[in-house]
């Protein structure tokens, strides 16, 4: 009589074969890291001015062509670089009109590309998941680097995972040790972690430091995932999105060094010599402060303090109350009042 496997059977020869084709990339790498996700936008202006436009559509020159016609080009060179098969058309994603799948042979969707819709400002989405980045063909990161940079390509989530296969290096509780003994500080903050899965029973464990939408790291009990409870094997993650950081093509090819860079317990894990720190981006307040003040200054100048009679004076005690912040400059401004300068303030000086 034929044994027929069950779910969890079925999922322990996955995370095998899993393992082995990690295993085996890794071995054949210069990087000890994988990309375990990624997402890129291209817009459409860059795209149909691209040499690979020119050369994969010169049937279309001169005609009106529907998102749908571009999201099968750029799923056919999806398909191409990674060694699967464009798919079926489906609703769109993420607020896109449509999305056209990318299949593997057994008929999984391991990506995708989405276009079309108001919101999305004329770009098309390119996404791998998990199992499109894991099984895709030998030499896939960098053959997209290749593809992506000339279009102008940015990216709008990657997940850089590295693999512990043999266990060490304390496992997912070592992780949350590092993080309570400031492996994951910034500028003097200690973030705070969370845990969830069975620390009590002592498997199927994760810990997370940071983010969603931003920066996260995950660390967990990869085996056990699988349903292999035996298995010492687990994996640290992280995820960034493009929310307040430029992600750089580069973390593609030089997984190692981005990984490396995003936190100090992290370069200990893979004692990288020269990692590379995302910076964030600075936040829109903090661009325009500059351009607010220098107009505050401006009008208190011109309008208060070369007043007839008035020595300056007032000018002074506003630029050192700047200092601390521009909530300072609103008091200073109803002690201007108060003091007798009544001339009405323009809009938007001064509120």
């Not at 040790?177 to 705070?192: A, I, K, L």
């Not at 100090?264 to 607010?292: F, H, N």
């Not at 630029?319 to 009405?344: C, E, I, N």
Request: charged fraction near 25%.
């Amino acid at each position: 009589m034929t044994h027929r496997l069950t779910k969890d059977e079925k999922l322990v020869l996955e995370g095998r074969r899993v393992k082995l084709t990690l295993a085996e990339a890794q071995a054949s790498s210069k990087d000890h890291c994988s990309v375990d996700w990624l997402s890129t936008t291209i817009k459409g202006t860059d795209l149909f001015n691209s040499l690979f436009w020119t050369m994969s559509n010169e049937h279309y020159e001169g005609e009106f062509v529907s998102d749908v016609q571009v999201m099968v080009v750029l799923a056919k060179k999806i398909a191409a670089l990674t060694g699967f098969h464009v798919g079926d058309l489906r609703p769109g994603r993420n607020y896109y009109e449509s999305t056209l799948r990318i299949l593997n042979d057994e008929g999984e969707e391991v990506g995708s590309v989405s276009g079309g819709g108001v919101y999305q400002r004329d770009t098309y989405l390119i996404m791998l998941n998990g199992s499109g980045c894991t099984f895709a063909k030998l030499g896939w990161r960098q053959a997209m680097y290749d593809f992506l940079v000339p279009l102008n390509a940015r990216l709008s989530r990657i997940d850089i995972a590295l693999d512990f296969f043999e266990g060490g290096y304390g496992g997912v509780e070592g992780v949350r040790e590092s993080c309570m003994n400031g492996g994951f500080d910034y500028h003097g903050r200690r973030p705070q972690g969370r845990t969830d899965g069975y620390w009590d029973a002592g498997h199927s464990r994760s810990y997370y430091v940071g983010r969603r939408g931003a920066k996260l790291v995950n660390a967990y009990d990869k085996g056990h995932a699988y349903k292999d409870m035996e298995s010492p094997w687990w994996r640290i993650e992280l995820r960034y999105w493009s929310q307040d950081r430029i992600l750089p093509l580069e973390c593609l090819i030089e997984p190692d060094k981005y990984f490396a860079g995003a936190h100090p317990y992290l370069q200990e894990l893979l004692d990288v010599s020269d990692p590379i720190r995302i910076k964030t981006k600075p936040k829109l307040e903090d661009v325009t402060t500059d351009a607010v003040v220098k107009r505050k200054l401006r009008w208190i100048e011109t309008t208060v303090v070369n007043r007839p009679g008035n020595r300056g004076g007032c000018l002074v005690k506003v630029k050192q109350a700047l200092q601390p912040g521009l909530r300072v400059v609103d008091s200073t401004f109803v002690q201007l009042r108060l003091a007798g300068y009544h001339q009405s303030i323009p809009s938007g000086v001064g509120d």
